[in-house]
């Protein structure tokens, strides 16, 4: 059965401590847990920052008309850069756990709260041209799309995530 | 002798022919096929159901759009020399190619198209396929491009498929004031005949810096992001800004995102879904359909049949001219929105909205009607649309935007962001949704309407 979209925001949210910053890094996460078996129900597109739901970002309204997870902004000091803080509502009540039921799932969300938002992006990416576009060479396809993005190790480091999550392209190379 | 084409946002667009390499070049463009191709499909889809007089192309547009990126190039050698950099001839040839081709992989209903090849599992976006097309070796695009400078067509399909820019160059074809934009926004307000959304276009264009910002999606952990340098405004140009976003926003809320042309792209979506079915499925596609035999949906969306020869056949006007043909189809499902959409006998809308502005009260109506409707949901009678939303900072579609399309203002000298500076754009922030229902029987939709009311 699925849930409702609703409860997969607040659940993300609740594991990640009751507190979890970027929409990026929200939708890559979601992204990240449908591969390693949490079921959503999302379904997902390319777009610019990889793999993105419709979906998610619906159920993101539905979580705060609900009472459940309230959405605020920050700005970046350096240049006013504003970003998402999602914080779980004290209403919303302790959470329960359905679909992030599996303890291990929750342990990954903890973990990927703290992992910068681009290093998650191209992680989800790599995983998404490997597994769906079925890119031969997706590290070539990868850099073509993303640029010096993918530069200063942090290809490497989304490619050492995707290891320890045990998801290919990582996993398979290993 | 140059060559001259007019344009109801721009007045007079002049080819030099003669002298100027690129204007001759760009002029032999758009006498290929895959560049003719964009006078067949509109540059708003279906909003001519809606604004009777959008019916503006694709091909106007990019004419257009070549003739701002030449604006847009002028202003980067301008501000070039103020910052005592030397501007780069070659990269602008590039940009301004890029600018015109930009369009050539739409589908027919642009957006629409894409989203049915989502759901059937294709990858590839309207952006590979316009780099696809001018790479394609069997294409008219390529041979004209090669002439002009060897390597000169995959230096151009690759400035498109970037998606975060390496320079300055960059900026024409993506940035918060690039080309498209700048056109897209002027256009559409004129001829949609909408009064609302004007821009201060020389204002701005006079204002535009070039300036490094920060790369990265801020996340919150302050780590020292990459720079690119882009455009930027002074800050004299800060309310020329602040309209400029709200005249964006305004066209999402009125024109794109409007209740009649989201249902009649749900349509549309729904009778190509079903064309889709029944050309790679089993059965006679041709009974089915209720087209020819050969016709290009049918290679299309036959096996095996996604290649650039067949994308490229694929228009509006050849779907609107089948919707005859179609209505006389065996499957009830395309002879009925064939008809439907032919006859302009639209699906009966109920935007959520009309319970009023409170999100719970909204999102507790959309389970009711979910619930209620299920079966006439899971079979088509009824269709939700809830995935449209727009902020001012979020693309089309939803995901939010990149650093180098938010716009950015010279604040004592460094890039800030604008929602810093505007409390008019800060109050903009939130992501707004809209929610509607389209339902096949109008009696459905008033017993919707009913029923979803508190009691």
Same mark, same amino acid.
């Given at each position: 059965?699925?849930?409702?979209?609703?409860?997969?925001?607040?659940?993300?949210?609740?594991?990640?401590?009751?507190?979890?910053?970027?929409?990026?890094?929200?939708?890559?996460?979601?992204?990240?847990?449908?591969?390693?078996?949490?079921?959503?129900?999302?379904?997902?597109?390319?777009?610019?920052?990889?793999?993105?739901?419709?979906?998610?970002?619906?159920?993101?309204?539905?979580?705060?008309?609900?009472?459940?997870?309230?959405?605020?902004?920050?700005?970046?000091?350096?240049?006013?850069?504003?970003?998402?803080?999602?914080?779980?509502?004290?209403?919303?009540?302790?959470?329960?756990?359905?679909?992030?039921?599996?303890?291990?799932?929750?342990?990954?969300?903890?973990?990927?709260?703290?992992?910068?938002?681009?290093?998650?992006?191209?992680?989800?990416?790599?995983?998404?041209?490997?597994?769906?576009?079925?890119?031969?060479?997706?590290?070539?396809?990868?850099?073509?799309?993303?640029?010096?993005?993918?530069?200063?190790?942090?290809?490497?480091?989304?490619?050492?995530?995707?290891?320890?999550?045990?998801?290919?392209?990582?996993?398979?190379?290993? | 002798?140059?060559?001259?084409?007019?344009? /109801?946002?721009?007045?007079?667009?002049?080819?030099?022919?003669?002298?100027?390499?690129?204007?001759?070049?760009?002029?032999?463009?758009?006498?290929?096929?895959?560049?003719?191709?964009?006078?067949?499909?509109?540059?708003?889809?279906?909003?001519?159901?809606?604004?009777?007089?959008?019916?503006?192309?694709?091909?106007?547009?990019?004419?257009?759009?070549?003739?701002?990126?030449?604006?847009?190039?002028?202003?980067?050698?301008?501000?070039?020399?103020?910052?005592?950099?030397?501007?780069?001839?070659?990269?602008?040839?590039?940009?301004?190619? $890029?600018?015109?081709?930009?369009?050539?992989?739409?589908?027919?209903?642009?957006?629409?198209?894409?989203?049915?090849?989502?759901?059937?599992? %294709?990858?590839?976006?309207?952006?590979?396929?316009?780099?696809?097309?001018?790479?394609?070796?069997?294409?008219?695009?390529? /041979?004209?491009?090669?002439?002009?400078?060897?390597?000169?067509?995959?230096?151009?399909?690759? =400035?498109?498929?970037?998606?975060?820019?390496? *320079?300055?160059?960059?900026?024409?074809?993506?940035?918060?004031?690039?080309?498209?934009?700048? *056109?897209?926004?002027?256009?559409?307000?004129? !001829?949609?005949?909408?009064? @609302?959304?004007?821009?201060?276009? *020389?204002?701005?264009?006079?204002?535009?810096?070039?300036?490094?910002? %920060?790369?990265?999606?801020?996340?919150?952990?302050? @780590?020292?992001?990459?720079?690119?340098?882009?455009?930027?405004?002074?800050?004299?140009?800060?309310? $020329? %800004?602040?309209?400029? =976003?709200?005249?964006?926003?305004?066209?999402?809320?009125?024109?794109?995102?409007?209740?009649?042309?989201?249902?009649?792209?749900?349509?549309?979506?729904?009778?190509? @879904?079903?064309?889709?079915?029944? +050309?790679?499925? +089993?059965?006679?596609?041709?009974?089915?359909?209720?087209?020819?035999?050969?016709?290009?949906?049918?290679?299309?969306?036959?096996?095996?049949?996604?290649?650039?020869?067949?994308?490229?056949?694929? *228009?509006?006007?050849?779907?609107?001219?089948?919707?005859?043909?179609? @209505?006389?189809?065996?499957?009830?499902?395309?002879?009925? !929105? +064939?008809?439907? =959409?032919?006859?302009?006998?639209?699906?009966?809308?109920?935007?959520?909205?009309?319970?009023?502005?409170?999100?719970?009260?909204?999102?507790?109506?959309?389970?009711?009607?979910?619930?209620?409707?299920?079966?006439?949901?899971?079979?088509?009678?009824?269709?939700?649309?809830?995935?449209? +939303?727009?902020?001012?900072?979020?693309?089309?579609?939803?995901?939010?935007?990149?650093?180098?399309?938010?716009?950015?203002?010279?604040?004592?000298?460094?890039?800030?962001?604008?929602?810093?500076?505007?409390?008019?754009?800060?109050?903009?922030?939130?992501?707004? /949704?809209?929610?509607?229902?389209?339902?096949?029987?109008?009696?459905?939709?008033?017993?919707?309407?009913?029923?979803?009311?508190?009691?």
């Amino acid at each position: 059965m699925t849930v409702e979209p609703e409860r997969v925001v607040d659940e993300i949210v609740a594991a990640a401590g009751g507190r979890l910053v970027s929409r990026i890094r929200l939708q890559k996460l979601a992204y990240l847990l449908d591969q390693l078996g949490a079921r959503s129900g999302f379904r997902y597109a390319y777009h610019h920052y990889g793999p993105y739901s419709r979906d998610l970002d619906a159920a993101v309204f539905d979580a705060e008309a609900f009472g459940l997870v309230e959405e605020r902004y920050e700005h970046r000091k350096l240049d006013g850069a504003r970003y998402s803080i999602f914080e779980r509502k004290a209403e919303a009540g302790p959470p329960a756990f359905s679909y992030l039921g599996d303890p291990r799932l929750r342990d990954v969300v903890k973990r990927l709260a703290a992992v910068n938002a681009t290093v998650l992006e191209l992680a989800a990416t790599a995983h998404w041209l490997a597994a769906n576009e079925k890119a031969q060479d997706w590290r070539t396809e990868i850099i073509r799309r993303k640029g010096s993005k993918a530069s200063e190790g942090r290809l490497a480091e989304a490619m050492q995530l995707l290891a320890e999550l045990g998801l290919p392209p990582a996993a398979a190379q290993g | 002798m140059s060559k001259r084409l007019r344009d /109801p946002v721009h007045g007079l667009i002049v080819f030099d022919v003669e002298n100027d390499p690129v204007d001759r070049l760009a002029w032999r463009l758009l006498d290929t096929p895959e560049f003719q191709r964009l006078r067949r499909i509109h540059q708003l889809g279906v909003s001519e159901f809606t604004f009777p007089s959008a019916v503006h192309t694709r091909f106007a547009h990019s004419v257009g759009v070549f003739h701002t990126a030449r604006t847009l190039v002028r202003v980067i050698a301008r501000e070039m020399r103020r910052n005592d950099e030397a501007p780069d001839a070659r990269k602008a040839e590039v940009a301004l190619i $890029a600018a015109l081709l930009h369009d050539l992989g739409h589908g027919p209903f642009s957006h629409t198209f894409e989203h049915v090849q989502e759901a059937r599992g %294709a990858r590839k976006r309207h952006e590979q396929w316009t780099a696809e097309i001018i790479r394609n070796p069997a294409g008219r695009i390529r /041979p004209l491009l090669e002439a002009f400078r060897a390597g000169f067509a995959e230096e151009v399909a690759a =400035l498109l498929e970037r998606e975060d820019p390496e *320079d300055i160059y960059h900026a024409v074809v993506s940035s918060s004031f690039d080309a498209d934009r700048l *056109d897209y926004l002027r256009r559409d307000k004129l !001829m949609t005949g909408t009064g @609302a959304g004007g821009i201060d276009f *020389d204002w701005l264009v006079e204002n535009i810096r070039v300036a490094p910002i %920060a790369l990265d999606a801020p996340d919150g952990d302050e @780590a020292t992001p990459r720079t690119v340098p882009t455009f930027c405004l002074d800050r004299k140009a800060l309310p $020329a %800004a602040e309209q400029f =976003l709200l005249a964006r926003y305004t066209l999402h809320e009125q024109v794109y995102f409007h209740k009649t042309t989201r249902c009649v792209e749900a349509m549309i979506g729904r009778l190509l @879904a079903a064309v889709a079915d029944a +050309a790679s499925g +089993a059965g006679n596609a041709v009974e089915r359909t209720g087209l020819p035999a050969g016709h290009p949906l049918l290679r299309f969306f036959g096996k095996g049949g996604e290649t650039v020869e067949n994308y490229l056949a694929l *228009d509006d006007a050849l779907i609107f001219g089948s919707l005859d043909a179609m @209505a006389k189809a065996a499957d009830p499902v395309i002879a009925e !929105m +064939a008809a439907r =959409l032919r006859d302009r006998n639209l699906y009966k809308t109920l935007d959520l909205a009309e319970f009023g502005a409170d999100k719970g009260r909204q999102a507790s109506r959309q389970r009711w009607i979910e619930k209620e409707f299920a079966d006439k949901i899971a079979n088509g009678r009824v269709i939700r649309d809830d995935k449209a +939303a727009i902020g001012i900072y979020a693309e089309i579609g939803g995901d939010e935007d990149r650093m180098h399309k938010r716009l950015h203002i010279l604040d004592g000298g460094t890039p800030t962001e604008i929602s810093r500076l505007s409390d008019l754009i800060r109050a903009l922030e939130p992501k707004k /949704p809209f929610r509607r229902f389209y339902f096949a029987d109008k009696a459905d939709r008033d017993a919707a309407r009913q029923g979803g009311r508190p009691r």
